[in-house]
């Protein structure tokens, strides 16, 4: 089943066609970063312009990519099975350019459109690519710039909500620490990577561990610590020495490292039956944040799989995760629509 992926739900304009859940026929995205960076941040009313410009082409580069087409399903003439759109959460004003491109699609095509949740896709990014097969139970921890969770995956459609971030979440610590650190947006990559020439232990940063069985994350105290810890350098505007960056840098990402790890590794302790941890969203693209997760595996001798997603396009917003998550939505659905060929089914096809 070959699926047209949409997503639009912050500052990425992507589609992308994905056959059953896991072949990447083609990943296409129009990142908005350059737009952004001269605001140090998304202005939601310049993204959603942006998507409207490029929503069409968009689409269009995925399909010739993939070499499908996408005419009118009855007459047996289009590649594509259905449309899978994200529908939330992110910016209203973003979303509504796919939803609503995605509705007039599926209408005119009589495909089947399927409503995807954001934080549903980031964890199906970890079906895409791989050979080998997932074995349940999964313990999914998603880290990005809107969402923080840790999630117990007992099979497709049966997931509990273990912890969450209480108030910043990870992705959004390193945007505001690299804001901070006048690194510029968007702040992760930034920080990793003068994070490599520095010093992780040079300073000693909070860790919000929380209550003792909390599984939920706290990252603004740590932010807040950095904010301290710059103004009492005092240094002179533009004057921040290299050296001092890449030390709070280091050690900044070394506690939201640490204490994403160990919340990790507190949730597997509560479900030893789990056979999989997979780390999703944005953030899962830190290097030493997949270390910091490999390095407690070894160290505590756990026979357990670990999986990132297997292209770092896959890790931060993208379309073909929506593709895949929308495979898993369909294949509960795509029976009793098959059944009634002749009927144009109208633009909803919700199973979530
Ligand atoms: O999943 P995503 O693209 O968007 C949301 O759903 O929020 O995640 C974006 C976030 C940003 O906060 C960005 O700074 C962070 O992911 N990010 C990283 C890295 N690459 C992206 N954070 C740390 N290290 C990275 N290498
Ligand atoms: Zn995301």
Redesign the pocket.
């Known amino acids: 089943m070959k699926i047209l992926g949409i997503e639009t739900?912050?500052d990425?304009t992507a589609a992308a066609v994905v056959e059953d859940g896991r072949r990447v026929l083609s990943n296409v995205i129009a990142s908005q970063i350059a737009l952004h960076a001269k605001t140090g941040g998304v202005v939601p009313e310049v993204a959603a312009r942006e998507h409207v410009m490029k929503i069409l082409p968009v689409i269009d580069e995925a399909l010739k990519v993939a070499a499908c087409t996408l005419k009118n399903r009855d007459f047996g003439l289009s590649d594509i099975d259905a449309i899978a759109v994200t529908k939330g959460p992110?910016l209203i004003s973003s979303l509504i350019i796919g939803t609503e491109t995605a509705s007039v699609l599926s209408c005119v095509g009589g495909i089947p459109l399927i409503e995807v949740h954001?934080i549903l896709g980031?964890v199906y990014s970890n079906w895409l690519s791989i050979a080998d097969e997932i074995e349940f139970p999964v313990l999914v921890l998603t880290?990005?710039?809107?969402?923080n969770e840790l999630i117990l995956m007992r099979d497709h459609g049966k997931f509990e909500v273990l912890g969450e971030t209480l108030d910043d979440?990870?992705?959004?610590a390193?945007?505001k620490v690299?804001r901070l650190l006048d690194l510029g947006y968007?702040?992760?990559?930034k920080?990793?990577k003068i994070a490599v020439s520095g010093d992780r232990e040079a300073y000693n940063l909070p860790r919000a561990w929380l209550d003792k069985n909390s599984l939920n994350f706290s990252f603004s105290g740590l932010k807040t610590a950095v904010l301290d810890m710059i103004k009492k350098q005092n240094f002179k505007k533009g004057k921040m020495p290299k050296k001092f960056r890449q030390d709070i840098a280091a050690s900044f990402?070394e506690a939201v490292c640490e204490v994403l790890a160990e919340k990790l590794f507190r949730a597997y302790k509560k479900f030893p039956d789990v056979k999989e941890l997979h780390l999703a969203?944005?953030?899962s693209?830190?290097?030493r944040?997949r270390q910091s997760i490999a390095e407690k595996i070894a160290n505590e001798n756990i026979k357990i799989k670990f999986r990132y997603p297997q292209d770092v396009s896959f890790?931060?917003?993208n379309a073909a995760m929506i593709g895949a998550a929308g495979y898993y939505l369909a294949l509960k659905n795509i029976k009793r629509y098959k059944k009634n060929t002749n009927v144009i089914p109208s633009a909803s096809f919700k199973i979530f």
């Open positions: 739900s912050c990425e992110g954001h980031h880290v990005s710039g809107g969402h979440a990870a992705g959004e390193f945007d690299a968007p702040g992760g990559p920080i990793s990402q969203g944005g953030v693209a830190n290097l944040l890790c931060t917003d």
